[in-house]
């Protein structure tokens, strides 16, 4: 099983980057991305459904970034827009084998799999 991670780079306050996810090695439930901060802990930014497409945000990024997924390529993305200071992170795809109930999407520990984080610094 693999996840790979891409995409992260420099930007200016309000531009945009989108991150990709290319998973392999076998299908999953629920795909997520989460973030670290130098200092903090990792924390929740967005999931989705493999099958469905149903998708859950934290309130930190609603409005501004849209996790999708392409099945046929075995992609997963995160276009963030609008992007803030705050928003500098390793950003890390998680990808979880078994199903999980919805409120539990935005915990680390559920995710079996991980990829290697890809750095994003939102800085003028």
């Known amino acids: 099983v693999q996840l790979q991670a891409s995409g992260g780079g420099l930007v200016q306050p309000g531009g945009s980057l989108r991150l990709s996810c290319a998973a392999s090695?076998?299908?999953?439930?629920?795909l997520g991305w989460f973030r670290q901060a130098p200092g903090e802990e990792r924390e929740f930014v967005a999931a989705?459904?493999?099958?469905?497409?149903?998708?859950q945000y934290a309130d930190s990024v609603k409005g501004r970034f849209t996790i999708s997924r392409d099945k046929g390529k075995n992609t997963m993305y995160l276009q963030m827009n609008s992007l803030k200071p705050e928003d500098t992170a390793v950003y890390y795809c998680?990808?979880?084998?078994?199903?999980?109930?919805?409120?539990?999407?935005?915990?680390?520990?559920?995710?079996?799999?991980w990829g290697q984080g890809t750095l994003v610094t939102v800085s003028s």
């Open positions: 998680a990808a979880r084998a078994a199903g999980l109930i919805l409120s539990a999407w935005n915990s680390a520990n559920q995710y079996d799999y």
């Open positions: 090695g076998r299908t999953f439930s629920v």
């Open positions: 989705i459904s493999w099958s469905l497409g149903s998708t």
